[in-house]
C-alpha cells in the first residue's frame, strides 16, 4: 500500500507537523510506503493536483483545517475522478462534522476525527472501518458517524531526518502536551477534558533538533503552555540554560500562556531570557464580564492585566495578547473599551481576531446563542443581537489600519504620540481607518504620507511634532534609511555632522554599515542611526541623539 499525506499550509513560511505525525504512525505500524507532500493555499490548484497526480498512491489523506478546506474539499474530487484511490479527510475542520462530510461529498471515502497517529495507520494497514475508533465511513447507504478519538499510547515521534531536510527553514513546530485545562465556548481544544503531558525528556531531546536544523522561529503548539507552571518553567529554564550553547543565537521560541497563571518565580525565570530569545501570547478575547462567563472564561482580570504588565516590563519578552469581536454579549462599545483597556497595558502586539464558529464548538452547537455567520469556512461572524453586520464591517476596517500602523511596529513613537491625545485610541483609528479606505496607501512611503496628512489637517495635530515622530519611526524601524520627501529636512547641519562623527574613531561608522541622520525640530536633535543590530523584541534600531546646542 502506499500512502500520500497532503497539508496545504497558508504561506510558504509556515510548515505543518501534523501529516508528519501521521507518517511517523504509519511507518511505526504499518509496512506500508508513505511521503508527505505540502503546498500552500496560494499555490495553483492546478498546480497541486498535478504534482499529486504524478506521484503514485493507493490512499490519500488530507490535513484539513478552516483555511484549506475548501481546497481539499476541490482536490479530493478531482483526484477521484481521475484516479482509483482511496481518499481520507482528517483534521480539526472536520472531526466533529464527520457525518455531514460524507454525506454531501460522495468522493470522500473516510473521515477522521480526533487524534490520527493510531487509528488512520490502522486504515492504511487494511483494517476495516468498523472496527477503528474515531474512523466513520459509508456502511451501504448509511454514514456510520463515531466521536473524535483520544489516544491512550505514547505516540512516535515525527521529527525524521526527512522531516527536517523538508522543512528548510520555515517556522517550524513542538507539541509537548495536547489539550487543554480549559472549556473556552469558541474553542476546540478542550473538548477532550484532560490534557496530557508528553515525555519533558524527549521534549527537550526535539527542541535541540529544532533549534539546530536552520529554523528561526520554533512554535509551541501546546494549547496553554504554563497549564503545569513547573512543567513550563523546566522547559524555559532548559531554553535560556542552552541559547548560544546547543541553540544557535538568533532562534525564537514562541508560546501560548494562561495570563493567571504566570507566577512571580516564572517572571524571575524569565527575565534571564536574552532578548527575542521567548515569545508569548496572552488571550485577553474580552475585559466584558457578561461576555467572559458566557465562553466559559472565568478571568481575573485584575491578575491578568498585573501580570502582563510583569512580562511587559521584562523588556526582553515580545508580548502578543489577543481580543475576539463579536463574542456575545459584546456590543460596539464595549468592545471600543476592551480594546481600549488592552491598549492600556502596551503590548508589543495587539490582534484583533473576529469570532469564527467553528464545527464542535459549544458556541455554534448551543440553540441559547443566535449568531449570523458565514457558511463558509472560516465561518466568521457576520452579526449578533449585540453587535450589528454595519460595526462588524466598521470593525474590520479599525483591525486593517491597526495591523498596517500599531501591529506592524513601524509606527511606535507616532502610535503613542497620537494615543496621547486621544481620550479613546480606538476613535483615532476609526477616523483613519474610515479615511484611508478610499486612498491609494499600499507603500510604506505612501502609508505615511496618507498618516501625516489626515492627523496634521483633518485631526489638527501639531505638524512639527507629527513630523518629527513619523520621522524618528521611519529611521529607527526601517533599514533603508531614506525619509520620503515630506519628512526631510533640508539643512547643512545633518550633513555637516555626519562627517564630524566619521572623523571621531568612536562615533564613525564600523565597516559596511549604513547610517541614516535627521533634525528633530521640536526637541531641537540631531539623531542618526547605523543599521547594525535592531532590536529582537521591538524591532527598532539603536537612535543615538545629540542636542543641536552642542553642534554649534
Known sequence: MKILICALNTKYVHSSLAPWCLKAGVDKYTDCECRVYESTINESPEKILSDILSTEFDLIGFCTYIWNKEAVLYLSEEIKERRNATVVLGGPEVSYNAGEILRENPFVDYVISGEGEEIFAKLCSGEGAENIPGVSYRKKAEIIEKPPYVSENPLPSPYTEEYFDAL???????????????????????????????????????????????????????RTFNADRKRAREIFKFIIDNYGVNIPKGVCFHFELE??????????????????????????????????????RKTN???????????????????HIDLIAGLPHE????????????????????????????????????PEYVFEFNKKPPYEVISTPSISREELLLLHKVEDTFERTYNSLRFPNTVSYLHSLYESPFQMYKAL???????????????????????????????????????????????MGALPELLKVKTPVIKN????????????????????????????????????????????YKVNRIKLESIF
Open 259 to 296: 495570563g493567571e497563571l504566570i507566577d512571580d518565580e516564572t517572571i524571575e525565570l524569565l527575565s534571564k531570557a536574552p532578548k527575542g530569545l521567548i515569545q508569548v501570547e496572552i488571550g485577553l478575547q474580552s475585559f466584558n464580564e457578561d461576555t467572559l462567563k458566557a465562553i466559559n
Open 433 to 479: 481607518g474610515l479615511y484611508l479606505e478610499n486612498k491609494d496607501a499600499k507603500t510604506l512611503d505612501r502609508l505615511t504620507y496618507e498618516i501625516f496628512s489626515f492627523f496634521s489637517t483633518e485631526a489638527g495635530v501639531n505638524k512639527e511634532k507629527l513630523r518629527d515622530m513619523l520621522a524618528l519611526d521611519r529611521l529607527s524601524t526601517n533599514r
Open 331 to 366: 456590543g460596539i462599545d464595549s468592545f471600543e473599551s476592551s480594546f481600549n483597556r488592552a491598549l492600556e497595558l502596551k503590548p508589543h502586539m495587539l490582534q484583533l481576531g473576529f469570532l469564527k464558529l467553528l464545527h464542535g464548538s459549544e458556541l455554534r452547537e448551543n
Open 301 to 319: 482580570i485584575p491578575l491578568l492585566c498585573k501580570n502582563i504588565r510583569k512580562i511587559l516590563q521584562l523588556e526582553n519578552i515580545h508580548t
Open 168 to 222: 528548510k527553514g520555515r517556522i517550524s513546530y513542538i507539541e509537548t502536551s495536547r489539550g487543554c485545562p480549559f472549556s473556552c465556548a469558541f474553542c476546540l481544544s478542550g473538548r477532550s477534558c484532560r490534557v496530557r503531558f508528553f515525555d519533558i525528556v524527549e521534549a527537550k531531546k526535539n527542541i535541540l533538533k529544532l533549534a539546530k536544523c536552520g529554523t528561526k522561529t520554533v512554535k509551541f503548539v501546546d
Open 497 to 540: 555632522t555626519l562627517n564630524r562623527l566619521e572623523k571621531d574613531d568612536v562615533t564613525k561608522r564600523k565597516p559596511n554599515i549604513k547610517r541614516a541622520a535627521t533634525v528633530l525640530t521640536t526637541t531641537s536633535e540631531f539623531i542618526y542611526v547605523d543599521y547594525d543590530e535592531c532590536d529582537p523584541v521591538t524591532g527598532q
